[in-house]
Nanobody
Framework: QVQLVESGGGLVQAGGSLRLSCAAS????????MGWYRQAPGKQRELVAT???????NYADSVKGRFTISRDNAKNTVYLQMNSLKPEDTAVYYC??????????????????WGQGTQVTVSS
């Protein structure tokens, strides 16, 4: 199994910045797309941004121009730079990764893992 460990969340004032990191470890053959999702209280989990292994990115309209997703393939790590934060960005942010790994029979298969989440709180 692959573990995703997030870090970098916290409390920040509106207009401020935070940088989230998510490192993948475990039995990894190759990591494909990685991404960040968030879930605010009483709301469904929503996509924030994704990035392919080749660096192609996709953003939710609500964060375009303010957030930047990047990755370091050598470190199996994905980052989310969040600038111009707004109170509505307050949520638990989850890292997600799609990857290839060998199962118990050594067959290469696709899996998806989620991190434990990191709280981001933006005060007005």
């Amino acid at each position: 199994q692959v573990q995703l460990v997030e870090s970098g969340g916290g409390l920040v004032q509106a207009g401020g910045s935070l940088r989230l990191s998510c490192a993948a470890s475990g039995s990894i053959f190759r990591i494909n797309a990685m991404g960040w999702y968030r879930q605010a209280p009483g709301k469904q989990r929503e996509l924030v941004a994704t990035i392919t292994s080749g660096g192609l990115t996709n953003y939710a309209d609500s964060v375009k121009g303010r957030f930047t997703i990047s990755r370091d393939n050598a470190k199996n790590t994905v980052y989310l730079q969040m600038n111009s934060l707004k109170p509505e960005d307050t949520a638990v942010y989850y890292c997600n990764a799609g990857y290839l790994s060998r199962d118990a029979l050594a067959v290469l298969r696709s899996f998806t893992s989620w991190g434990q989440g990191t709280q981001v709180t933006v005060s007005s």
